[in-house]
């Protein structure tokens, strides 16, 4: 198994553009299974349940340069874990989220580096922006001077085809460059996290730079 998963990060790795970044996703995956993909050269990793990914870390703690990222839906009762244990976090999909885990960042004295949920689409089944109250809310979110706005994130709703996903890619991408526009002392929109196994080429192509990759790389989960 630890072969052919350093068989499928370095096929993977040989397909992506310098500019694209990738994330293993390690939901349900072992510590020991991560530390292989470690050995094969991933640094960056993300979890989505808080518990789960403390125990790995704790496994891990002699591979000190791992970064972690944070990729599921963030409840406020876990946002101060989150921040504890995360260097970076997905997922601030609302304005409440978003200052209450500014507030948590000045007790706590860090800076984490955080991506903007949005909904291109709309979609009851994922959290996140839509465009218009993300526009209204950048003047507030642009005071969270402890948090460090690096882009957006965004997950399309499930059914799409290929060119709906590309379109949502593109409007994402799209998003991002009109809001950097607007020159906000403490928002930048450097990063975009878009594409998962199933649709990362199509992220590549609208321009993503970081692609979360999970079950191409470790197969199915059970």
């Not at 960056?44 to 970064?67: P, S, W």
């Not at 878009?194 to 191409?216: E, F, N």
Request: hydrophobic share 40%.
């Amino acid at each position: 198994m630890i072969d052919t998963i350093h068989e499928r990060i370095h096929a993977i790795r040989s397909k992506l553009p310098e500019s694209v970044h990738l994330l293993a996703i390690t939901k349900t995956v072992t510590s020991e299974v991560i530390r292989s993909a470690y050995n094969a050269g991933i640094r960056d990793f993300g979890e989505n349940r808080i518990q789960e990914a403390i125990k790995k870390q704790n496994a891990l703690q002699d591979l000190t340069d791992i970064t972690w990222h944070f990729i599921g839906h963030l409840q406020s009762n876990k946002a101060k874990k989150a921040l504890q244990c995360f260097s970076w976090i997905h997922s601030v999909d609302n304005l409440k989220l978003a200052e209450h885990l500014h507030k948590l960042a000045v007790k706590l004295k860090v800076s984490p580096l955080v991506l903007l949920q949005v909904k291109i689409l709309p979609d009851p089944t994922k959290s996140g922006w839509h465009i218009p109250q993300l526009m209204a809310d950048l003047p507030t979110l642009n005071n969270f001077k402890n948090l460090k706005i690096q882009g957006l994130m965004t997950i399309p709703p499930q059914g799409l085809n290929e060119t709906q996903t590309l379109e949502i890619f593109n409007r994402t991408r799209e998003l991002a460059v009109e809001i950097q526009s607007q020159n906000w002392s403490h928002i930048q929109m450097k990063n975009l996290s878009m594409g998962m196994s199933g649709d990362y080429h199509l992220a590549i192509q609208a321009g993503t730079t970081m692609v979360r990759l999970g079950t191409i790389l470790f197969g199915e989960r059970s």
